[in-house]
């Protein structure tokens, strides 16, 4: 067949398949989107598809599913609208201080659909019961005493997270959102223990994670002893910032996930009901 008789049935063929798509786009739900595509897959020979999917992703961007079709095509459907990934940092020593107290607060929010980080979250938090930290801290965590003087308590920046999660439209029951962290360390122990010392309670959305030590070892098959790093290097991941800054963890979880993600893994809660 000529270039231009396989052009020309490339038309034919392609602006079938985009009519359909197009009468019905009103319609059109977006989880259908992936199976829609497999059709166009499947009718159309693979030559021809070669240079028609620019068109393919224009005509159903004229009607709002261009932005992510993508991103939609290389995922699979996770169970969440987004995941909150999370990593405090707290006062620390050598032997250990008791109690620790949050000092760093990071969230990030990550789409579920595309994996990518949408809005962030991030505070500093004053300490109270041991205001001054411990050089070991600094030099573990980054942070510095002129970081911390000052800043809102931990019942402040809860109140604030409250307010951002609203504003995310997190807090709306029909969004199925849940919080990642690299281990239970952050939910399970640190901020619970911090909120029952200091009488505060804590919100039901902060009841339930995915420990992506978990999530990676079901994944790969094998358990990041050290944590980030071990995950990191498994995926064939660059390190992102410096190791025990919150906000850095953060990123590097949200990329792990990203990363896992790509390859067909579905996200599962992993904590067990409070």
């Not at 490339?10 to 989880?31: E, N, R, V, W």
């Amino acid at each position: 067949m000529s270039d231009t008789n396989l052009s020309s049935v490339s038309d034919a063929s392609g602006c079938s398949m985009i009519a359909l798509l197009h009468t019905g786009a009103a319609k059109f739900p977006q989880h259908f989107l992936p199976r829609a595509r497999q059709a166009v897959c499947l009718l159309l020979p693979a030559a021809l598809l070669k240079g028609y999917g620019s068109i393919i992703s224009r005509k159903l961007a004229s009607h709002g599913f261009g932005a992510s079709m993508a991103a939609m095509s290389s995922f699979p459907p996770q169970r969440y609208h987004y995941f909150l990934v999370l990593d405090f940092e707290a006062t620390c020593d050598k032997p250990q201080i008791h109690p620790q107290e949050i000092i760093e607060f990071p969230i990030l929010k990550l789409n579920g659909r595309t994996m990518e980080i949408e809005s962030t979250f991030h505070m500093y938090v004053q300490p109270v019961v041991h205001p001054q930290l411990t050089p070991f801290c600094t030099e573990l965590t980054g942070i510095i005493q002129g970081m911390v003087d000052g800043q809102p308590s931990l019942q402040q920046v809860l109140e604030r997270v409250d307010e951002w999660m609203a504003k995310e439209g997190l807090l709306d029951p029909s969004v199925k959102s849940i919080f990642v962290t690299c281990g239970d360390w952050d939910l399970k122990v640190m901020l619970p223990g911090q909120c029952q010392y200091l009488g505060l309670p804590v919100a039901d959305y902060f009841k339930q994670w995915i420990n992506l030590k978990k999530a990676y070892s079901f994944a790969m098959g094998s358990w990041p002893k050290n944590g980030l790093l071990d995950m990191n290097k498994g995926l064939n991941l660059q390190h992102i910032g410096r190791p025990h800054s919150g906000i850095d963890d953060c990123k590097n979880i949200a990329n792990i996930m990203k990363t896992l993600a790509h390859r067909g893994f579905i996200f599962k809660q992993t904590s067990k009901p409070f």
